[in-house]
Every structure is written in C-alpha cells, then in structure tokens.
C-alpha cells in the first residue's frame, strides 16, 4: 500500500506519526500582498526585491517602507517564470511580485511550493503573457503535518539549502578563480610573455599555427551505431557540445583509446565547441574532428586551454577546422613550461570537478528527500 495516498509520507522524523492533512494554500497562509515598488522609487535605503536580485544579481536600493519579512513565501506573479517561488528575503516588494505570509513555518510552505513550481508553471498560470491566476490560493492545494513536524522538516531543508548554496558559491569562486589565472597565465595580445608565469621561466613565447601543434583525424572509425544509452554499460559517448557526455554504450568496436598519458581534444567542426578528453570514448557525429599534439614537445592540456582562449564566433555554417582554425597563430612557450601550466590547470579542473559532484549529489540528495518527506 502507497502510504503517501493515505496522507503518510515514506519518511519522516522520529515520534510523528498519523496522516498529513490537505488544505487550500489560502489556509495555511495569514495574507498575501503584491509588491509596490516601480523603477522610479530607486534610492534610499530599503533592499528592493525584484528578481534579479533574487536570482542572485546585486541588490539595489530603494525609497519605499520594508513589506517581507525573511520568513515570508515569494511568488512570481507576472513574467515569463510567472510561479517562480522564493523565500529568506528582507525588505520592499518589487511590482511583479507577491509575498504570503505564512501561519506557521515559512521554510516549510517554502519546500512544498518549490517542489511543486513545475506544476505551477503547467497548471496555475495564464496561457498567452505568463500571470499566476488570480484565485491560485483558492484552488492550489497543500498537504500539511502538525506544526511542531512543519518545523522539523523546514528547518532541515533551510540547513540542506545553505550547504547545497555554500557548494555552489565554491564551485562559483573556482570558475572565476581560474577564468582571471587564464587572462593572467597567457600573453595578451601582441606580447610574448605573460603576466604570471612559474618561477625560472624567462623566454618569451614563440609564435605558431594550430595546424603546426595539432594533427586531426576523422570521427567516421569511432561513431556510435545505436543511440540505446544505459548508465550500466561503460563507454561513453561524446559531442563537443555543452552536453559532452550524451550517454553510454555498450559497443566494444571502434573506441578511440584516449587515456590520462595519451589525450586528445574534440571540437565541433561546425560550432568550434571543444573538450579535453583523457578516458576512452565513442562520438556521436561525423560534426567534429578529433585532434591529437603533433609531437612530443606540446602538452595537450596545455594547447586546449589556448585552443578555448580563442575568440571566434562562427558566421556560417560550414566546417572550421582545416579552413580556419589550423590557420591560426598562437603563443606557446617551452615544452617544460608547457608542461607546468598544463598540469596546474589540471590540478584546478580536477578541483572544480570535486565541488561540481559535491553540489550535484547534494541537489540529488536534496530532490530525493523532497519526494519522501513530503505527501
């Protein structure tokens, strides 16, 4: 028998016991109220809600009277993300916003409202310019513990938010950390030695095309036959795209034999997306090129960070490589400072890796929890 239909959830605290209770969310909450704020009222010395800065952007000041409170519940009531739910915010309501004010624990009403902002944004909203409808606190139901239990569980879920935002601000401050070491670590253009380099390295850097340093090879040995995808089996399969990993297969044939000792860089033909690969691989698309140093003397770490510095947007749709980027001059310094800035940024990668596990299995965590402990 599925508890949860009886009001149960599958998990929960220590000492509760008995059925959760649906209400309408217009029960559980003292008042609701839109935000007033406009552009105009800008000074002053109120913090102004708007969504920018609730999805992170800089706080800006307004001449308007604090209207929310950090345990109030925030909805986006008009706009394309019309549903959006926030909450832990102090000071005046931005005009496309609305505050409620809950009875109980705002951390709670917080959690139950954002698991369920997918179906929000499917059900409770206008169909033509996104608008919350106007009685959703009359027809949105939720279901509720006592309030001691409503506490225990908003409490909890506020400490999993602040560890899952401190992951995230890490991951944020390591990504930044190495996208100014990048600016710093290769010469600007028209120079020839860095701004930062590693101690005993004095020669400047030497000018050379893309097609001197990189060989390429066709993709055609290495596509993937079948697109039956499983995390059981053990290849992955690759796109230079964002996605990178589209999958995994199980075909023994025609895997390129990239490892730690022996790398390669794929990119997008068409796109001139690229990534560093060091484990063995199959490909997607006939789209891309796979390219391997030309000599003993490049670190191939090394080269990728230089192939990613370069700034092109392509303008048609026609293949880069070989007619573009091969033409291309570079800066590269010695083999043995090659070498040293390769494997630092290496040692940087495999860091921001860690904390994007770390963040990624707290947020799986956290959406596993949030199935179980609520009805």
Not at 53 to 74: E, H, M, P, R
Not at 241 to 268: M, Q, R
Not at 343 to 368: S, V
């Amino acid at each position: 028998m599925d508890n949860k239909k009886n009001g149960i959830p599958k998990l929960r605290f220590p000492g509760f016991t008995g059925a959760w209770e649906q209400r309408k969310l217009g029960e559980v909450i003292v008042s609701e109220h839109k935000g007033k704020v406009k552009s105009s009222m800008k000074g002053g010395n109120t913090n102004y809600l708007e969504t920018n800065y609730l999805n992170g952007g800089t706080a800006q000041k307004v001449d308007a009277i604090a209207d929310v409170s950090k345990d109030d519940v925030l909805i986006l009531w008009d706009g394309s993300k019309a549903g959006t739910i926030y909450h832990g915010f102090e000071g005046a309501l931005g005009s496309t916003l609305k505050a409620y004010v809950p009875k109980y624990s705002g951390d709670f009403l917080y959690q139950i409202l954002k698991k369920n902002q997918d179906k929000i944004y499917q059900s409770y909203r206008t169909p033509n310019i996104p608008h919350v409808i106007k009685n959703f606190t009359e027809n949105f139901n939720v279901s509720i513990p006592t309030i001691i239990e409503q506490q225990e569980i908003g409490d909890f879920f506020k400490q999993l938010d602040s560890l899952i935002t401190l992951h995230q601000r890490k991951l944020e401050h390591l990504q930044e950390q190495k996208k100014g070491l990048l600016q710093k670590m290769f010469p600007k253009n028209g120079e020839t030695v860095p701004e930062v380099r590693f101690p005993g390295f004095t020669d400047a850097w030497e000018q050379r095309k893309l097609g001197e340093v990189l060989s390429y090879e066709q993709p055609g040995p290495y596509i993937v036959n079948s697109d039956n995808y499983d995390n059981k089996f053990n290849v992955p399969v690759l796109t230079a795209g964002k996605s990178f990993i589209l999958g995994f297969t199980n075909e023994v044939k025609g895997i390129k034999k990239a490892s730690e000792s022996d790398p390669v860089i794929i990119f997008d033909d068409f796109t001139t997306g690229s990534h560093y690969v060091d484990f063995p691989f199959k490909v997607k698309s006939s789209a891309l090129k796979i390219l391997s140093k030309t000599n003993e003397k490049i670190d191939t770490k090394f080269i990728y960070e230089v192939l990613s510095k370069i700034n092109y947007v392509p303008q048609s749709h026609e293949r880069h490589w070989i007619s573009q980027f091969s033409k291309f001059n570079v800066m590269i310094p010695t083999s043995q400072e090659q070498e040293k800035v390769g494997n630092f940024l290496k040692q940087l990668d495999h860091l921001i890796a860690l904390h994007q596990r770390k963040l990624e299995h707290l947020e799986l965590m956290k959406k596993g929890l949030l199935q179980q402990m609520f009805v």
